[in-house]
């Protein structure tokens, strides 16, 4: 069985930071592509950084710069740094893998963890 578990969120002031954790089992996290979504209220959820199996990332463009994902292999866990955190950034954010390296489903999802920044 495939879980993801998501921990780090939390609440921030504008300008800090949060790391954000995403621990994989069932399978490895290098098996297929890896990424992060996050949805505010009142919004579509939205694809915020994503990882290959390789190691390539891409970020929407409204993180570049300021948040980053990487992956430990060795602890089957999925990062996101996030820094000079905004208020537009508060959201829950939720960490998925893709079945298979070549599909474009994100098949396997996580519970989601609540980041809140304050102004």
């Known amino acids: 069985q495939v879980q993801l578990v998501e921990s780090g969120g939390g609440l921030v002031q504008a300008g800090g930071s949060l790391r954000l954790s995403c621990a994989v089992s069932?399978?490895?996290?290098?098996?297929?592509?890896m990424a992060w979504f996050r949805q505010a209220p009142g919004k579509q959820r939205e694809l915020v950084a994503a990882i290959s199996t390789g190691g390539s990332t891409n970020y929407a463009d409204s993180v570049k710069g300021r948040f980053t994902i990487s992956r430990d292999n060795a602890k089957n866990t999925v990062y996101l740094q996030m820094d000079s955190l905004t208020p537009e950034d508060t959201a829950v954010y939720s960490c998925?893998?893709?079945?298979?390296?070549?599909?474009?489903?994100?098949?396997?999802w996580g519970q989601g963890t609540q980041v809140t920044v304050s102004s």
């Open positions: 069932g399978r490895a996290a290098s098996s297929s592509g």
């Open positions: 998925a893998q893709r079945r298979l390296p070549g599909s474009l489903i994100y098949a396997y």
